[in-house]
């Protein structure tokens, strides 16, 4: 039985809640919250390059979750891919004229959600959930320990 003070429930409430809430808010650009805060990174490093993996390891996502994303970005317009010059292998993932366009308004939208879900709290009291739920995440890290890229070796290999 869960104790009422399970951790785990909440984050997961609060998780669905918030995807729910982005989701309706971008509905009119034709982006989900994944592919906003996907875009997002892209846009915000669009002066290096970047790739899927960077996007992996940033948001803590597995390969396929990625590339599902980028693949779904590229089919609306707000993705193109560059051969990286350094590595032929790896294809450098480049925001279009149409990304950037949306690029204020999804942001926006963002900041409200974020300003809705601090309501009434104080800096301070921000400043503290933001270390523990920081703490959450080391502690989890800490348990499974994987690249988010990386495939599971597979037993006996």
Known sequence: MLSELAISPRIKRISNALERKRTLDLEDMDLTSSQAFVLGYVIKHREEP?????????????????????????????????????????????????????????????????????????????????????RVIANIGQVDGLDPCQKPKEEGK
């Open 50 to 134: 970047v790739t899927s993996g960077d996007i992996c390891r940033h948001f803590d996502l597995s390969h396929p979750t990625v590339t599902g994303i980028l693949q779904r970005l590229e089919c609306k317009g707000f993705l193109t891919y560059a051969e990286d010059s350094t590595d032929r292998r790896k294809k450098q993932i480049c925001a279009t004229e149409k990304a950037l366009a949306v690029q204020q308004n999804a942001r926006a939208r963002c900041q409200e959600t974020e300003t809705l879900v601090s309501g009434s709290m104080t800096e301070e009291e921000l400043r503290t959930l933001v270390s523990l739920l920081d």
